[in-house]
């Protein structure tokens, strides 16, 4: 059985960096594996933030592309999404989920935490 | 990159079916077979419910169905039932190792 979940702070400051990270069990990075980060405003659609594979390649929205960055620490199995220069903009429930295949789809979502921009 | 264009809301009666459509461009949708529907109930993770334009993951009711023609993917829901009220959402794969979503249709079961 495969299992995401999220965490991290709730609440940052405006202009702070945002670290978030996903521990996931029931599969490992291994070749064709991939980690994708997805966030969602409130009353809001979704939008696509960066995917890892797992060889290391790294990939970014392109509007968010300058403030983003992912890793990963296989023997934690652990992908962790910073976000630099929040803005209460980026206030959202964010999600991270897994990609069996080399398709573009997203079969195992965690349950997502809310993150709120604040000061 | 701009999202891909859903219709607000859709509603229908039990029994009945509906279409969610998901227009996009040349560069996504018409170009590449690697469109996605997702379920949101509120409050919960979105659920994959089609992949790959009409492929459905194994334990997805086979009143779900996705087709594809030009630039605009379609979900049809058939049977309606109270329980697939829900928000859909579409995505497809927009080249350069990039995804796009659909700003989601507000499913009611009337």
């Known amino acids: 059985q495969i299992t995401l979940k999220e965490s991290g702070p709730t609440l940052v400051k405006p202009t702070q960096t945002l670290t978030l990270t996903c521990t996931f069990s029931g599969f490992s990075l291994s070749s064709g594996v991939a980690v994708g980060w997805i966030r969602q405003p409130p009353g809001k659609a979704l939008e696509w933030l960066a995917l890892?594979?797992?060889?290391?390649?790294?990939r970014y929205s392109p509007s968010l592309k300058s403030r983003l960055t992912i890793t990963k620490d296989t023997s934690k199995n652990q992908v962790v999404l910073t976000m630099t220069n929040m803005d209460p903009v980026d206030t959202a429930t964010y999600y991270c989920a897994h990609r069996a295949s080399s398709s573009w789809y997203f079969a195992s979502w965690g349950q997502g935490t809310l993150v709120t921009v604040s000061s | 990159q701009s999202a891909l264009t859903q219709p607000a809301s859709v509603s229908g009666s039990p029994g009945q079916s509906i279409t969610i459509s998901c227009s996009g461009t040349?560069?996504?949708?018409?170009?590449?077979?690697?469109v996605s529907w997702y379920q949101q109930h509120p409050g919960k993770a979105p659920k994959l419910m089609i992949y790959e334009v009409s492929k459905r993951p194994s334990g997805v009711s086979n009143r779900f169905s996705g087709s594809k023609s030009g630039n605009t993917a379609s979900l049809t829901i058939s049977g309606l039932q109270a329980e697939d009220e829900a928000d859909y959402y579409c995505?497809?794969?927009?080249?350069?190792?990039?995804?796009?979503f659909g700003g989601g249709t507000k499913l009611t079961v009337l």
């Open positions: 890892l594979y797992w060889d290391d390649d790294k």
């Open positions: 040349s560069s996504d949708v018409g170009s590449y077979n690697v």
């Open positions: 995505s497809s794969y927009a080249g350069s190792n990039t995804l796009i």
